[in-house]
């Protein structure tokens, strides 16, 4: 059993911040550091762009853009930005997006929009003379760069939850990210739905590497550390506790969180269950953390990527993190590599 370790980002920090977490990160041994690319902070980029200057080894990108919101040329040339200033360490992460609704953007054929806007960004990366016509996406004849990236194909990341985006994955991706979820009886089913389209596309099985991620607050007092996840998980376990096709949970239970959460955290929080945060958060004690993340390896994850807000406080997290959880793990996956 191997696999890396990841910790992931907010887009709320200051640049010194992420060159201080991502220098930190770094030094601790993580494998990857991400940023969220979600709606309201700051564009990925920027931040990836800090750490990368802090850093010289660990693999980094954006979890993830979407093609809604940003065009895939755009997304080619941002990508090539942060390999360039990287060395080559970027992945790019990409997602149909969420909550578009509220900017009055219709998501219409998400799936086909991915495709089209993965072979754009592909084909704008690699220089391809030709052109492209699309429904979504066109492209010159001549290659629109002129420049040259570092590299003309980044590992691509494509972030869902979804059984036919997953089947997409397995096609064209070289990892799948579940965010939100440290529930390991998800991988099997997800394993699955990739074979198909790995199938599909005359991959071998197993490919496609997978990673989970969700909330992360580690603290030596369990119960501050598990009262803190409760409140940063309501807010998502209205959306992705029913994508769960191996967890049944009372959806009036989580349409009354989803009316609590503007108004009350607390009342909200209440609401979660042991057995459903540590299916949808990484929370508690050093030792119980290392304990989820070994489980989700055993289970088949490839990578274990522990999100904001990390611990009480980002650096307590990030720190506890880094000497207490990461050398748990990498003892256990090293004995039972042996």
């Known amino acids: 059993m191997t696999g890396e370790l990841s910790i992931a980002f907010q887009g709320d920090k200051s640049w010194e911040d992420y060159q201080r977490f991502g220098a930190l990160a770094e030094a601790f ?3 990857v550091v991400s940023v969220y690319a979600d709606l309201g902070f700051q564009p990925a980029v920027a931040p990836l762009l800090a750490i990368a200057r802090a850093t010289i080894r660990v693999r980094l990108g954006p979890a993830a853009l979407n093609p809604y919101l940003l065009h895939p040329v755009e997304i080619a040339g941002q990508i090539a930005a942060l390999d360039a200033a990287s060395g ?14 509220a900017l009055g953007v219709v998501d219409d054929r998400p799936l086909a929009r991915l495709r089209e806007a993965i072979a754009v960004i592909r084909r704008v990366l690699a220089r391809e ?9 066109r492209l010159p004849a001549e290659p ?15 972030g869902t939850w979804g059984p036919r985006t997953l089947e997409l994955a397995g096609e064209l991706a070289d990892e799948v990210k579940i965010g939100g979820s440290a529930n390991p009886d998800l991988l099997p089913w997800a394993r699955e739905r990739l074979a198909v389209g790995e199938r599909r596309a005359g991959r071998p099985l ?21 009262a803190r996840a409760r409140r940063e998980a309501a807010r998502y376990l209205p959306v992705v506790g029913p994508l769960d096709p191996t967890v049944t949970i009372d959806r009036p239970l989580l349409a009354r969180m989803a009316r609590l959460v503007a108004a009350d955290d607390d009342a909200a ?10 299916r ?13 993340a070994i489980t989700l390896l055993q289970a088949g994850a490839t990578r274990v990527e522990f999100g904001t807000p990390h611990g009480l406080t980002d650096a307590a997290g990030i720190r506890l993190l880094g000497e207490r959880v990461l050398p748990a793990v990498r003892a256990v996956t090293a004995r039972l590599a042996t």
């Open 29 to 31: 041994g993580f494998d």
């Open 88 to 101: 080559g360490r970027a992945y790019l992460g990409l997602a149909r997006g969420a909550w578009l609704d």
């Open 129 to 137: 003379p030709g052109g492209y016509a699309g429904s979504f996406y």
């Open 144 to 158: 629109l760069l002129q420049y040259q990236p570092p590299r003309s194909r980044v590992p691509l990341l494509i």
């Open 206 to 226: 197993d490919s496609v590497g997978i990673a989970v991620g969700a909330v992360t607050v580690v603290d030596e007092d369990e119960m501050a550390a598990r």
């Open 269 to 278: 929080a209440a609401l979660v269950p042991d057995d459903l945060l540590d």
């Open 280 to 292: 949808f958060a990484f929370a508690g004690t050093p030792e119980q953390i290392a304990r989820q």
